[in-house]
Structures are given as structure tokens and as C-alpha cells.
């Protein structure tokens, strides 16, 4: 039976992980774990990435067989501090790889990103194998987790899966410290305020996903069958492309009144270093990857439930 540990637990992506992997797992086959509490969780833990002692005191005692090991500081935030941003970033997911190593856990999953592309990588249709010279501390830690994936992966036989994420749009858990997180902000704002000051240009295209894609796709990779993977850095993966300008117009659509402005900030130059297309055909040939929500149905289904969420 599957015991599982997912790190980074309370975020965007974790919080809706989670509650994917109790419904197929069951409730008490899946811990939770995060620096912060998470309040009404009885299978909730804290941790601290880089406290080693207690993620292997956490892995032995509850044997655990597979970690999705979702902490990490995100693009913008992650300038701040660039010394911590790759301390957490990389030191946790190289403790989880030696726990691999040991035979202690079965099956790990580490996420990576879009933000392993840089200025030199081709914006359409980017490849898989390409130009990574990424601007920011957090495509730099990635895109070397990928590589010590795959190292652990071939030298050492662990079972590491990851994806590279394009921006996550999601309506229960917002997103924290990323570039990409206007594209979550503006449906609040336009419930909340009617309008949104949008920290990117008008005409900045960047790769996202809506959160129900980027969970199936996620639990498909990690229940592929073994042999069918022929990449162990980390896979791209796409859905759809948009400018704040496109996603602002559809929810015009919807909302007459609303209105958008725009003054860009620093994020602007780690949106523009960034890839606009993704080309994720390893991921449809290997284990059949395939998005099912297009801009329009995350446009209605962020404001449906928002709105619902939003007047509780
Ligand atoms: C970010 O904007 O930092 C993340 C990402 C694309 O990895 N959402």
C-alpha cells in the first residue's frame, strides 16, 4: 500500500495535490507536510525542508513510499534572496534523492518549470532539449534538480519523475512569489474591485495551465509505466499561451465593467526572458498527455467559482 508525503503541502499547487491524492489514495495514506500549519488537517505535519533529520525521522517512521516534493521559493520572490532561493531549493530535493538512493522511498516527484528557459531558448513551439540559461535563481536551482534527477536516475536507479509547469491558474489556493501569478490575481480583482493593475505588459504571452490539467497530468506522469519514460530531467508540458490583454478582454466579455491597467515592475524582464509556446511532444508520444481546458473554459470556470467562493 502507497504511503505518500507531499512537501510544500499548503501552496498553489500542494493544497489541490493533496486533496487529488487522498480521493485515489485514501485520506490517511497521504501526509501533509509544510513550514507553516495547515489548520483542520489531521494527517498535516510540519516540516522544514532542510531539517534532514526530521524528513528522514518522518519517512522511516510512516513508511513512506513516494514524496511529491513540492517546496520551493517561485521566480519573483525568489530574487530577493538568492543564497536561500537555491538553499530550498536544492538542498530538499538532494536530501529526497538520497533517500532514493538509500531505498527508503520508491517513487519521487519534483516539479519543475517554464523558468528553466532564458533569453537564448526559442519562444515558439520551445523544445524539449534546447537553450537553458535561465535569468532567475529559481530556473537556475530547477534546471539543475532536473540534471540531479536524472543523474540519481541513472547512476543510482531512483525513480524520479518531474514536469516542467507553465503558470498554474487556480481558484482555491492563490499563488505566491511568482511571475505568473497576474494570471490568478486579476480574477480577484475584477470580483473584488472591478478592475486590475496588471504588473506585466499588455502584450506579454507566456505558457499557463488551469490547476485540474496540471493535477491529472501530474498523477498520470507518476502512474506511467516505468519503461515508457524516455526523460528523466523533466518533461514540457503545455495547455494554452495569452497576454494580460487576451485574458482581460474575455473577462470583459463577461464583466462589461471591468477595467485593466498597466504598470510594469520588475517581474516584467523575468516574463520576457521566458518561453511563449511550448512544444510538449515527449509528453503526448510517452504517456499521452493531453490539456483539457482551453482559455475559455478557465476563464468561466475561475469567475463560476470564485464568484461562489469570493461571497461565502
Ligand atoms: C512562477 O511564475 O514563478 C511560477 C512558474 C512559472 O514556475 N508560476
Not at 32 to 61: A, C, G, H, Q, Y
Not at 97 to 117: M, R, W, Y
Not at 193 to 200: A, M, N, P, Q, V
Request: charged residues 25%; hydrophobic residues 35%.
Amino acid at each position: 500500500m502507497e504511503k505518500i508525503l507531499v512537501t510544500g503541502a499548503s501552496g498553489q499547487l500542494g493544497a489541490e495535490l493533496v486533496a487529488a491524492l487522498r480521493a485515489k489514495y485514501g485520506e490517511k495514506q497521504v501526509i501533509s507536510s509544510d513550514i507553516k500549519e495547515t489548520p483542520n488537517d489531521p494527517n498535516f505535519l510540519m516540516l522544514d525542508i532542510l531539517n534532514k533529520t526530521r524528513l528522514r525521522e518522518i519517512v522511516i517512521e510512516h513508511k513512506v513510499t513516494q514524496i511529491y516534493h513540492l517546496a520551493a521559493i517561485l521566480s519573483a520572490s525568489g530574487e530577493w534572496d538568492p543564497k536561500k532561493t537555491w538553499n530550498v531549493n536544492l538542498n530538499g530535493l538532494l536530501t529526497i534523492l538520497n533517500l532514493g538512493q538509500e531505498g527508503l522511498i520508491d517513487k519521487i516527484f519534483f516539479p519543475s518549470t517554464i523558468a528553466v528557459h532564458g533569453l537564448n531558448t526559442p519562444k515558439q513551439n520551445t523544445p524539449q532539449f534546447t537553450d537553458f540559461t535561465p535569468s532567475t535563481v529559481y530556473g537556475i536551482s530547477k534546471i539543475t534538480g532536473e540534471l540531479w534527477c536524472n543523474y540519481y536516475h541513472k547512476r543510482y536507479g531512483v525513480d524520479v519523475r518531474s514536469l516542467r509547469y507553465p503558470g498554474i491558474i487556480s481558484w482555491k489556493t492563490k499563488p505566491h512569489g511568482g511571475t505568473t501569478d497576474y494570471a490568478v490575481e486579476i480574477f480577484y480583482d475584477a470580483i473584488e474591485k472591478g478592475s486590475y493593475e496588471c504588473f506585466l505588459q499588455e502584450d506579454t504571452m507566456l505558457p499557463m495551465m488551469y490547476i485540474d490539467d496540471a493535477i491529472s497530468g501530474t498523477l498520470q506522469l507518476m502512474d506511467a509505466d516505468k519503461e515508457k519514460l524516455s526523460l528523466r530531467t523533466s518533461y514540457n508540458l503545455a495547455a494554452v499561451s495569452f497576454t494580460p490583454s487576451q485574458i482581460s478582454q474575455l473577462i470583459k466579455d463577461k464583466m462589461p465593467d471591468f477595467n485593466i491597467s498597466y504598470k510594469p515592475d520588475f517581474r516584467q524582464a523575468i516574463a520576457d526572458s521566458w518561453s511563449q509556446t511550448i512544444d510538449d511532444s515527449y509528453a503526448r508520444k510517452d504517456w499521452g498527455w493531453k490539456p483539457k481546458f482551453d482559455l475559455n473554459d478557465i476563464v468561466d470556470m475561475m469567475l463560476e467559482k470564485l464568484n461562489i467562493k469570493l461571497k461565502q
